[in-house]
């Protein structure tokens, strides 16, 4: 009974031991435990960004003339960008939009984008990786073929060539699926290569021999064991869909003004180098730190993974 009863309880704990030990390997990561802490305030400042906005006195979209200099040209008062009390992180020149409202409720649209198009981009390239890899033959020709006519196309001038062409209502919306439809293929090749080395395997197999039907074959057998690989390639999808969302903003076919956005703030900003370089540097460090973090998170992450499968 002792020995029967032993091989149980080490199955029943393996999920949460595995879990217990990335979790451990990620607490005990310097740059891990910093990156998540910085994204953790990114967060929090994109979902309070109305309440930063009513502490601070000012919506993102609100002129403060007063805090800009109109015999120079709307330079911000004071030396560092016109950063006060009233303003922590500074104004806009010109038009005296404080620059912390609108980091705040640029980080919401950046986020949001990012997540919704790793969402759809995960969702397609799991769904349509594994029905290649699962029932091959003509399936997966067919999906090949269109993975490969996908990701073929140099991508980021043809998402510009498509939003510029389509209308700017709903731009969030066209963003969103624009980047899930070149970004899944990525994700479903690696899903498809790992079905096909599964689907032969011998717990497979032995669910297939008992009668087990295609559904459960598929969500109860071969799923569970793309989990890590799912998570660690959907944490590093997230900083790309970050920097592409900022990218086709800068280059005026991403979120359209008046809604803010980083890449749109440091578009903005190209003209105002040499008197104000902190117009610049605010948006250009949020952004550059918030795609640093999450490459990191998702590398160590990832390490955390390898070395739970290695033990």
Same mark, same amino acid.
């Given at each position: ?106 980080? !919401?649209?950046?986020?949001?984008? $990012?997540? &919704?198009?790793? *969402?759809? %981009?995960?969702? @397609? ?75 032969? !395997?011998?717990?497979?197999?032995? $669910?297939? &021999?008992?009668? *087990?039907? %295609?559904?459960? @074959? ?94």
């Amino acid at each position: 009974m002792t020995v029967a009863a032993h091989p149980q309880q080490q199955v029943a704990g393996a999920p949460a031991t595995s879990g217990r030990r990335v979790t451990g390997a990620l607490l005990r990561d310097r740059a891990a435990v910093l990156s998540t802490a910085y994204l953790t305030l990114i967060v929090l400042m994109a979902l309070g960004a109305p309440l930063i906005s009513a502490i601070i006195g000012h919506g993102p979209n609100d002129f403060d003339t007063a805090a800009v200099n109109t015999d120079l040209g709307g330079i911000p008062h004071g030396s560092l960008g016109g950063i006060s009390a009233g303003h922590p992180l500074g104004v806009e020149p010109q038009n005296g939009r404080d620059i912390l409202a609108r980091i705040a409720y640029g980080a !919401r649209v950046s986020l949001l984008i $990012a997540a &919704a198009a790793t *969402a759809l %981009t995960t969702l @397609l390239g799991v769904v349509l990786g594994m029905l290649a890899g699962f029932y091959q033959g003509w399936v997966d020709q067919v999906i090949c073929r269109v993975m490969d006519f996908l990701m073929a196309f140099p991508a980021l001038i043809f998402m510009i060539a498509i939003l510029s062409s389509l209308p700017q209502g709903n731009r969030s919306v066209l963003l969103v699926v624009v980047i899930s439809v070149f970004g899944w293929p990525y994700l479903a090749r690696v899903v498809r290569g790992q079905t096909m080395t599964l689907v032969n !395997r011998e717990f497979v197999e032995a $669910a297939r &021999a008992s009668g *087990a039907s %295609t559904g459960a @074959l598929v969500f109860k057998e071969i799923l569970p064991n793309l989990r890590s690989s799912l998570i660690v390639m959907t944490t590093l999808a997230v900083p790309g869909y970050v920097g592409t969302e900022a990218g086709l903003s800068f280059l005026g076919v991403g979120v359209a003004p008046p809604t803010p956005s980083w890449g749109q703030m440091i578009a903005s900003s190209v003209g105002w180098y040499a008197v104000d370089p902190m117009y610049f540097a605010i948006p250009g460090l949020f952004l550059f730190l918030t795609v640093l973090s999450l490459t990191v998170l998702g590398d160590r992450l990832r390490a955390a993974f390898d070395a739970g499968e290695a033990s």
